[in-house]
């Protein structure tokens, strides 16, 4: 991923501009946010570092209009994170990925798929950090395990 120098990370120029385009989106241009990623899935191209391609994708989902479309992309964030799931970034990303995947079988009307990925992201929750992201992560799959009818961690169904 990044070089080292002096014991710190070098910045990921395409993790910079996947977040500039981010920011692009969370600021409401949510069509130029979608080309923008699309071009960087391009430029990136099927035989990519994986953590790009998982991170790509896993917003080109949320630029969405159709919900298939939707489960598409968040399907692809998972599949390349499946393929670098030794990294410490791609296994914080696994919670949200799960969550996210829950979210579109949810619209999709289909709750056993939304349920099987919400307790997988619960699963994975241990990865996250105890941080602000962690604790936004953490308290949406509760929201989607409330929303489901899941008991939640420490749950029999969930061992």
Not at 54 to 65: E, F, G, N, R, S
Not at 90 to 97: E, G, H, I, Q, T
Not at 100 to 127: F, I
Request: proline residues 3%.
């Amino acid at each position: 991923m990044a070089e080292h120098r002096q014991g710190q990370a070098a910045p990921d120029a395409v993790l910079t501009r996947i977040g500039q385009v981010v920011m692009l989106h969370h600021g409401g241009d949510r069509e130029e946010a979608r080309r923008r990623l699309l071009d960087l899935w391009t430029e990136i191209g099927e035989d990519g570092d994986a953590l790009h391609r998982c991170t790509v994708a896993h917003y080109l989902a949320d630029t969405q209009d159709d919900p298939f479309d939707e489960l598409a992309w968040d399907l692809r964030a998972l599949t390349a994170a499946e393929e670098h799931e030794s990294s410490l970034e791609v296994r914080a990303l696994y919670p949200s990925l799960h969550l996210n995947l829950a979210a579109d079988y949810v619209k999709l009307g289909r709750s056993e798929a939304a349920r099987t990925h919400v307790r997988r992201a619960r699963r994975a929750a241990g990865a996250l950090g105890d941080d602000s992201y962690g604790d936004g992560v953490r308290a949406a799959i509760s929201r989607m395990e409330l929303r489901l009818g899941e008991g939640g961690f420490g749950d029999p169904r969930w061992d």
